[in-house]
């Protein structure tokens, strides 16, 4: 248990040493036009914080493995990921925007057009389907085929559904970083310590208003802690997640969650701390953003 516990602390503060360290050289340097974008206030920011808390993750992930060798959380977060990172890196930099939520994507699909967001949804369902196996071998329980590709079913639905929630959030300084904060922290001992650390190293540059997660690292911060809460809660539990995770993303189709977050004082307190004021531009509709 100590070995395990020293193993988890280690992680989380190398990924968010990595990730803080990281980030200030890089909003330091500017990065190019293909790393830019502009923020919901009108400011250029870097995308490169997203690379760089995959980064810190798997950084967190191999130092929870040198540590804890005997451990296995680590590999199914590493494969949730790496996979949501890089369909979420290629929606980043190759992106159109033209079709938005899940609905604007089928419609594409049907059409004949292949959306970088349909590759993303994709992808990011591949990979949790990977990590679930993965986390599905390691589970004592019911050795009935059914058992398994039902449970196989549902971790995959949570994992994905948490991944893209995330990327939902991921339209303020901070705001998601935080959430990964939040729920993480009680998952810290199975798996989620490296992406609670790189969202804390993420934090300073994301709330300043300088870089933000983008697709890349929203997706993969999410899909860790969907991973962490698939390998720590029992079926009951993970039931529960997945449906509001579902839900969340559904609701996401017709609600802004910026909208409801401004409407509440307790949400909005927490949505602002420690972002820097900064005169706010064009509006930004946040629903469908997928």
């Known amino acids: 248990m100590g070995r395990r516990l020293l193993a988890c602390a280690a992680s989380g503060v190398t990924a968010a040493v990595v990730a803080a360290a990281a980030n200030q050289r890089a909003t330091d340097a500017q990065q190019g036009s293909r790393w830019t974008r502009t923020n919901f206030a009108g400011q250029n920011v870097t995308l490169a914080e997203g690379p760089i808390a995959v980064v810190a993750l798997l950084a967190g992930v ?16 590493a494969v949730a990921s790496a996979g949501a990172a890089l369909v979420g890196a290629y929606d980043d ?45 390691s589970r004592p329980g019911c050795s009935k085929p059914v058992c398994r590709v039902l449970g196989g079913v549902l971790d995959t639905a949570l994992i994905a559904a948490t991944a893209n929630l995330t ?74 997640a997945c449906a509001a995770a579902v839900a969340l993303n559904l609701a996401s189709e017709k609600v802004s969650f910026t909208a409801v977050i401004e409407r509440t004082p307790l949400l909005r307190r927490l949505d602002q701390l420690g972002r820097r004021p900064v005169p706010v531009g064009p509006s930004t509709d946040d629903r469908q953003c997928v």
Not at 170 to 194: H, M
């Open 62 to 77: 191999g130092v929870d493995r040198l540590l804890d060798p005997s451990g296995r959380r680590g590999l199914p977060v």
């Open 93 to 137: 930099l190759y992106g159109s925007g033209q079709a938005k939520g899940f609905r604007g994507h089928l419609r594409a699909l049907r059409s004949g057009q292949l959306t970088s967001g349909m590759i993303k949804i994709v992808g990011v369902g591949v990979s949790a389907a990977a990590a679930a196996v993965l986390v599905g071998r």
């Open 167 to 240: 990327n939902l959030l991921d339209l303020r300084p901070g705001r998601a970083a935080k959430v990964i904060i939040l729920l993480g922290s009680g998952l810290s001992g199975v798996g989620a310590a490296p992406a609670v650390g790189a969202a804390v190293g993420s934090l300073p540059t994301d709330l300043g208003g300088r870089s933000m997660l983008g697709d890349c690292g929203a997706n993969a911060l999410g899909a860790a802690l969907g991973t962490a809460a698939v390998q720590a809660l029992p079926w009951q539990p993970r039931l529960l």
